[in-house]
């Protein structure tokens, strides 16, 4: 990886003459120490990883809580789908994923096993695509894992670029953490490396044009990658991985069977990068803090505002927006020039931007770091489950997420919430039921059945099921879809009730409102989560 710039700032300096802004580098410690523990921490906990006073945690969670990108259940901190805002603005401006992500699940479906994409970070590298395999032992590496380049297939291609300043990194923090402590995705090492070894890794990688993993990471993980390299440059843009297990294959095996067709897939992935035309600039986005102000007025102390507006920075960024300058930050943020250079200059002192000699700015993989991993890995059930329960706890009556089956006469439950009451619905997560005759069912079939009869036309038409003792004397419930970032109704939301307590009015005028906001939290957080990630339905 590339030196810094010797017109980069000097985020250290700066610091100490209090440049930088501190409850962003508060919050984003946060952010940080979450994504670290899986994501999910009490405060106390918090207060003690980040070493910040019980009143200072509380005020950042609270805040981060008002973002979206935390969520306060029960007594614990958890991080919230929208966090991955931050992730997928770097992702976008990058357009790796988007460009290559397709050539790496075809080539993971032709091979039946798991690609991954990286990038360099540092010393290390990081995963911005995964296309895995769904078996019972699988690779459970996810989207922002920060791995040591020396114990991967990726590093040591990424370190035939690296400076003598990069090398010099490098075995200062293999000094400093021989037992690879900092980098939570990968086990221990068990026993003192080999630091010689790395650099004859790297002149084979350099003299073969791939390189590979044998069992560096864990016993029985083998890998082999190819360098995905810049058409106008020649240096590297990503690396492509090709990961198993010393049970389907010996590292000797990667060579033979599987680097073949990896670098067939390699050869496509740079043709593509090659012909891919720019990105169409849409508008750039304004005025992202303005909200903050407002968020102030009523949370008062409780909203760390500089720490808001800190944290809009990197959504500035996407496609077509991947270098901007100081001025073009200020104008997206509606943030004054001062405010946004601070926190600009905050940022780059964390690792998450990087300034160059012309002025601009740019996201760093290292953005990835603030909740991407945990939630990246997350399904629809689990993104729906805490509205699922505010909805209960609003209407005082059961709720469920269901998805038709494949053959679709039927549908599954995959989450729900009960409500405290003596006579209610209980249904297990798991349970089937006949599609024609449930609300759920009858919103799904709506989106899928061609041609419509009658009655799920008027579904259709009106957006929401309503089905009124069918299935069972007493039991009246209505439902909407859920629908992913193309449209489709990948699963239904419903609230079931007794007919005794509410009307067939009351359910559409009074739990209907409620049952489609609910609909549309989900939605934002599974559109949000699902830019870059694949999000199970079940």
């Known amino acids: 990886m590339p030196a810094k710039s010797a017109t980069a700032l000097d985020a250290d300096t700066r610091a100490e003459a209090?440049?930088?802004?501190?409850?962003?580098?508060?919050?984003?410690?946060?952010?940080?120490?979450?994504?670290?523990?899986?994501?999910?921490?009490?405060?106390?906990?918090?207060e003690r990883a980040t070493g910040l006073a019980r009143s200072t945690v509380d005020r950042v969670t609270a805040t981060l809580s008002r973002m979206d990108y935390v969520r306060l259940d029960g007594r614990d901190v958890v991080l919230a789908p929208g966090v991955m805002a931050l992730g997928n603005a770097y992702l976008a401006a990058l357009r790796l994923p988007a460009l290559l992500g397709a050539?790496?699940?075809?080539?993971?479906?032709?091979?039946?096993?798991?690609?991954?994409?990286?990038?360099?970070?540092?010393?290390?590298?990081?995963?911005?695509?995964?296309?895995?395999?769904?078996?019972?032992?699988?690779?459970?590496?996810?989207?922002?894992?920060?791995?040591?380049?020396?114990?991967?297939?990726?590093?040591?291609?990424?370190?035939?670029?690296?400076t003598e300043p990069d090398w010099t990194r490098w075995r200062a923090r293999r000094a400093a953490d021989p037992t690879d402590a900092a980098f939570p995705a990968v086990p221990p090492r068990q026993l003192p490396a080999d630091d010689s070894a790395f650099p004859e890794r790297v002149e084979r990688a350099r003299r073969d044009g791939w390189a590979v993993d044998d069992q560096l990471i864990e016993p029985g993980l083998v890998a082999v990658s190819v360098p995905v390299r810049h058409p106008d440059t020649g240096?590297?843009?990503?690396?492509?991985?090709?990961?198993?297990?010393?049970?389907?294959?010996?590292?000797?095996?990667?060579?033979?069977?599987?680097?073949?067709?990896?670098?067939?897939?390699?050869?496509?992935?740079?043709?593509?990068?090659?012909?891919?035309?720019?990105?169409?600039?849409?508008?750039?986005?304004?005025?992202?803090?303005?909200?903050?102000?407002?968020?102030?007025?009523?949370?008062?102390?409780?909203?760390?505002?500089?720490?808001?507006?800190?944290?809009?920075?990197?959504?500035?960024?996407?496609?077509?927006?991947?270098?901007?300058?100081?001025?073009?930050?200020?104008?997206?943020?509606?943030?004054?020039?001062?405010?946004?250079?601070?926190?600009?200059?905050?940022?780059?002192?964390?690792g998450l931007v990087r300034a160059h000699p012309d002025r601009t700015f740019t996201l760093t993989p290292r953005v990835l770091d603030l909740g991407f991993p945990p939630l990246s890995r997350t399904t629809l059930p689990r993104l729906a489950e805490p509205h699922l329960r505010a909805l209960t706890d609003r209407l005082h009556e059961p709720t469920a997420l269901a998805v038709l089956t494949p053959d679709g006469t039927e549908i599954q439950y995959t989450a729900g919430?009960?409500?405290?009451?003596?006579?209610?619905?209980?249904?297990?997560?798991?349970?089937?039921?006949?599609?024609?005759?449930?609300?759920?069912?009858?919103?799904?079939?709506?989106?899928?059945?061609?041609?419509?009869?009658?009655?799920?036309?008027?579904v259709q038409a009106q957006g929401y099921a309503l089905v009124d003792e069918e299935l069972e004397s007493g039991l009246r419930s209505i439902a909407v879809p859920l629908r992913d970032r193309a449209g489709r109704a990948v699963a239904a939301l419903n609230v079931a009730t007794h007919a005794a307590r509410r009307t067939l009015e009351d359910c559409v005028h009074d739990v209907l409102p409620a049952l489609r906001t609910t609909a549309a939290h989900i939605e934002s957080d599974l559109h949000t989560a699902s830019r870059f990630t694949h999000i199970p339905a079940s």
């Open 18 to 46: 209090g440049e930088a802004v501190g409850p962003l580098l508060r919050g984003v410690g946060v952010l940080r120490r979450l994504t670290e523990a899986g994501g999910t921490l009490s405060p106390s906990a918090l």
């Open 235 to 350: 240096r590297l843009a990503c690396v492509a991985s090709v990961v198993s297990h010393t049970s389907r294959h010996s590292a000797a095996d990667l060579r033979t069977s599987l680097l073949p067709r990896l670098r067939t897939a390699v050869a496509a992935m740079e043709s593509e990068l090659r012909t891919a035309a720019p990105p169409e600039p849409g508008p750039p986005p304004s005025g992202l803090a303005t909200w903050t102000t407002a968020s102030k007025h009523e949370l008062g102390r409780d909203f760390v505002e500089s720490l808001a507006r800190g944290l809009t920075v990197p959504a500035a960024f996407g496609e077509g927006r991947t270098a901007l300058s100081l001025s073009e930050v200020a104008r997206a943020t509606g943030l004054a020039r001062a405010t946004a250079r601070r926190a600009l200059l905050t940022h780059e002192h964390l």
């Open 103 to 162: 050539h790496a699940d075809a080539l993971a479906d032709e091979l039946d096993e798991s690609v991954s994409l990286a990038v360099a970070d540092l010393d290390g590298i990081r995963f911005i695509h995964q296309a895995t395999r769904r078996r019972a032992m699988s690779v459970s590496f996810r989207i922002g894992d920060l791995l040591p380049a020396e114990r991967t297939a990726p590093g040591p291609l990424f370190a035939t670029e690296w």
């Open 417 to 458: 919430a009960g409500a405290s009451r003596v006579l209610t619905v209980h249904i297990t997560v798991g349970a089937r039921l006949p599609a024609a005759r449930t609300s759920l069912g009858r919103v799904l079939l709506a989106d899928t059945a061609r041609p419509l009869p009658p009655p799920l036309a008027e």
